[in-house]
């Protein structure tokens, strides 16, 4: 849909001449379509939009809420339980199954809200020429062969083949990376000629910064370049992320493990004789106990907490599970323009005779805006530089907007936009000095002639200033000025002027000569005997917070790889400049076309391209396969940008990262992650805040499993040898749902250990339980349950309890157990009083409501007769602090001498 079918011109009307494509295209430069040629072309070729990217529907976010495999389980259980007549455990299971589903459901939902208010855009339109006479109609009505008419400030809405072009420039970052506007003009090209260099075409989603022009509509909707890259985000698939995967392999772990459990207790009971309905309600109660059901439940508030926090810090997550996924984070491939740097141009330096002013940028932020009484530098007594920014606020036609008492703004051409910052800071501005040097003529930038001249009247003669091309302001110069006044310019003098402009080339400047002189009458030639004043170099900033975010990042272990469609020498002063890179010794910049897809590099180029850390010249295929390369090194990618170019990339990492303001609405919807302030270091807070989260993931789930194997094993061991069961299934069930619950919610909660940003990446391939972590389960899981038996077996022989009130001891002792085992889940570098589990104040409100909980089971009739718990009198409740206190000291003096089984380790 949208290209045109243009025979020999079709995919390369930048190798042919527009009259050419206009002959192809069956349209009249001087009239345009007709309205009958336009309705025939709209039906063939459709409206000029992108197709939308499908909305996640309220009905599909809920859905997805039961598609894990713990929620198939939980729903086995509940079936179970119904078939067998325990309508009671079936509705306790299926509430948890919906309680979960609804607090996943709910956060969501809140993100995708919060996505669709950036989302927000006004309508785009066009000025064409049908009929004979201009228009002005929405973009998505344009159609091939429409001509279409371009000056400053017009968003392109369609790719168009130039006819006309008027010192036109187009600013194309969003599409192809470049940090300065591109010179455009009408001539054919090469057909090889790369996307970046067709300097005859302008594309759908670009900016047009100075100039007219007209263009020849070529290419609408999914057929432009943009419409190109929005299919490689559509052909891109989801990613199935790292904890999904995870909890997924031990929900398939649990289900054998608790199928096994219940078929050899059951089994053996059967063959010592015991009734057949016991075995059946004691493998209801195993089946029970293997499960955590307070699992789901306490992993998506876990996420959702985080998700909220980092939503606090400016980072918008779209989905839960890519919190836990920012953690993993080992490698990050970032954009340059508008994510290390600014997005604007900025004066560096300015180089006159004998002398070099460098420029910091401080208080030059042509985007966000500068502060309108910020103090300027006093470069009142340096003559020559005075004179050199005077000359290129004059010779300027970019104007500052004044929105308040405290903002500014620029317009029009950011090279232009930042002569006027830097003339500001010399208190030199523009309507104030055209008020002392009213403008009387103007020579607009020519791209033959590579200059711009105005003429401003002072008293009875004129000041002529000039800016413009070194190499050529050089060639129409005669004198210089120097300190002590002006002298002849000669040779020697143009030769050393254009190698000082190749040195500040190499350093990824952008250089504009800026030269003056008097003349008696208006009509003068603007280009001779010009008096040379000096070279102005211009860079888009690194942003001041980068350099900073990368060192956490290195400290952290985590790679940056600077990915990006600008030139080779650009990106790599980029990168000595926020220190991505120590120095140009031995620093390869590595081109996008050496990036091939992974399966078909040989094992010394994928060596060699996993350790480059600047790409440049790079396409949105090759930033894909970048992407993949490092994805099939085991490393967890995330990809920051926000132009239209980085949208299938964001889509293809683990973590695709857009940017909140600068970013196009088609990189916000392929990201997990937006930056609504656009910081690159909110990437590193949204890591530490992924790992904070999978440690205490790591903490509750060994917490619960830890929990459900003493059930598991206590039940088991009092079924095999023919005692009561220390806890019946709805206990169990219970237990999992309210006691245990809200524990594991405060170990998710947490905030974590401020040092974790010290520690390495873990590895991608780690599960989310060790082999360690497993011995430490099998632990704890006997200490609790030898208490637990302990506790039954005195009850019933010491204390000579009834079996109720016995049963009622053991459960208590379990309960209780399992309360002061969550002391046992810190780290055992921690202190054993202050730690990240006595500071954390949700542990304490858990353990209080629990505990109140707990005596309201027991005395509260209702509650208590369903419970089947009976009232275990003043030494029953000693037995059960004692017998519950025993496993957590035990945990406590273990951890002390190192000899744990290493449950908190990272």
Wanted: include cysteine; charged fraction near 25%.
């Amino acid at each position: 849909m949208g290209k045109a079918e243009l025979g020999g011109v079709l995919g390369s009307p930048w190798a042919h001449s527009w009259q050419e494509v206009l002959d192809a295209l069956r349209v009249s430069a001087e009239s345009g379509l007709n309205s009958v040629e336009v309705r025939r072309r709209r039906k063939r070729y459709g409206p000029n939009r992108l197709r939308e990217a499908k909305a996640r529907s309220a009905w599909l976010i809920l859905a997805e809420q039961f598609r894990s495999l713990m929620i198939v389980l939980l729903a086995a259980a509940a079936a179970l339980s119904f078939v067998l007549g325990d309508w009671v455990e079936g509705l306790a299971i299926m509430a948890v199954i919906f309680i979960n589903a609804g607090i996943g459901f709910l956060t969501e939902l809140r993100a995708v809200r919060s996505m669709e208010a950036l989302y927000r855009m006004g309508r785009v339109t066009a000025r064409v020429r049908r009929e004979g006479r201009t228009q002005e109609i929405l973009s998505e009505d344009l159609v091939p062969g429409d001509i279409v008419l371009l000056e400053g400030g017009d968003v392109i809405a369609a790719d168009l083949r130039l006819t006309e072009a008027s010192k036109l420039q187009v600013d194309e970052s969003a599409l192809t990376g470049e940090s300065f506007p591109v010179s455009k003009d009408a001539g054919p090209l090469s057909p090889d000629t790369s996307l970046a260099e067709r300097a005859n075409m302008v594309f759908k989603g670009t900016a047009v910064t100075r100039g007219s022009g007209e263009g020849l509509v070529v290419a609408t909707g999914m057929g432009t370049e943009l419409g190109q890259i929005s299919s490689l985000v559509e052909e891109t698939k989801d990613e199935e992320t790292p904890l999904e995967r995870r909890l997924d392999q031990m929900s398939r772990r649990l289900i054998w493990v608790t199928l096994a459990i219940v078929v050899l207790v059951a089994a053996a009971g059967i063959l010592a004789g015991k009734e057949m309905f016991l075995m059946i309600e004691t493998a209801i109660a195993l089946a029970v106990a293997a499960v955590p059901e307070g699992l789901p439940i306490v992993a998506t508030i876990a996420l959702a907490r985080g998700m909220w926090r980092m939503a606090r810090r400016n980072a918008l997550i779209n989905r839960l599970s890519a919190v836990e996924t920012l953690g993993a984070t080992n490698v990050i491939c970032t954009d340059k323009t508008g994510t290390l740097t600014e997005n604007r141009m900025a004066v560096s330096e300015i180089v006159l005779e004998s002398q070099t002013i460098p420029f910091d940028g401080d208080g030059v932020l042509a985007e966000s805006g500068v502060s309108k009484d910020r103090k300027s530098v006093d470069f009142s007594k340096n003559r020559i530089l005075r004179e050199a920014l005077e000359v290129g606020v004059l010779c300027n036609n970019a104007s500052l907007d004044i929105h308040d008492s405290e903002r500014i703004r620029a317009i029009g051409d950011p090279l232009e936009a930042a002569l006027l910052f830097a003339g500001a800071r010399a208190q030199i501005h523009r309507e104030e000095l055209n008020r002392k040097l009213p403008e009387v003529r103007e020579e607009a930038f020519d791209s033959d002639v590579k200059m711009m001249a105005t003429f401003h009247r002072d008293e009875d003669r004129f000041k002529v200033a000039v800016k413009g091309a070194p190499e050529v302001v050089l060639e129409v110069s005669s004198q210089i000025r120097t300190i002590e006044g002006q002298r002849a310019m000669g040779v020697t003098d143009r030769k050393r002027w254009l190698r000082r402009n190749e040195e500040m080339a190499e350093k990824g400047l952008r250089v504009l000569a800026l030269a003056t002189k008097e003349v008696a009458t208006i009509d003068a030639e603007p280009y001779d005997q010009l008096i040379f004043l000096g070279l102005v170099g211009l860079i888009d900033p690194p942003r001041s917070d980068v350099r900073q975010a990368i060192t956490s990042c290195r400290d952290a272990g985590i790679r940056v790889i600077m990915v990006t469609g600008d030139q080779a020498e650009t990106a790599r002063n980029v990168g000595l400049a926020v220190d991505l890179i120590d120095t140009t010794d031995g620093v390869a910049v590595v081109p996008g076309k050496e990036i091939g897809n992974p399966d078909r590099l040989s094992e010394a180029d994928r060596k060699r391209l996993l350790q480059v850390l600047i790409f440049a010249r790079v396409s949105p295929k090759q930033k894909l396969d970048l992407i993949a390369l490092h994805q099939g090194n085991n490393s967890v990618v995330a990809m920051t940008g926000d132009g239209v170019n980085d949208a299938p990339a964001l889509k293809k990492a683990d973590i695709g990262v857009a940017m909140g303001q600068r970013g196009t609405q088609v990189a916000r919807e392929a990201a997990d992650m937006i930056l609504k302030d656009d910081a690159f270091p909110t990437i590193v807070v949204a890591i530490e805040q992924g790992r904070v989260i999978f440690n205490n993931i790591r903490k509750f789930v060994l917490y619960l499993i830890s929990c459900n194997v003493s059930e598991i094993m206590a039940v088991s061991l009092a079924s095999l040898v023919n005692a009561p069961l220390p806890i019946l299934p709805l206990q169990i069930l219970f237990l999992n749902l309210v006691t245990d619950v809200f524990p594991a919610l405060a170990l998710g909660v947490g905030e974590g250990d401020p040092t974790i940003m010290n520690d390495r990446p873990r590895d991608p391939r780690e599960p989310i339980l060790t082999r360690h972590h497993w011995l430490a389960i099998g632990g704890y899981g006997l200490t609790m349950t030898l208490s637990v038996l302990g506790a039954l077996t005195l009850a019933l022989i010491w204390l000579k309890m009834g079996e109720g009130q016995a049963v009622t001891v053991s459960f208590l002792t379990l309960a209780f157990t399992q309360l002061w085992h969550v002391f046992n889940m810190r780290d055992r570098r921690s202190g054993l009083i202050l730690n990240e589990i006595t500071r954390n104040p949700f542990v304490w409100g858990a353990l209080a409501l629990c505990v109140t909980l707990l005596l309201l089971a027991v005395y509260i009739p209702g509650l208590a007769s369903v419970l089947k718990l009976e009232n275990p009198g003043a030494t029953g409740w000693i037995l059960v602090i004692v017998m519950s206190l025993i496993p957590c000291l035990l945990g406590q003096i273990l951890k002390s001498k190192g000899l744990d089984w290493r449950a908190a380790k990272r």
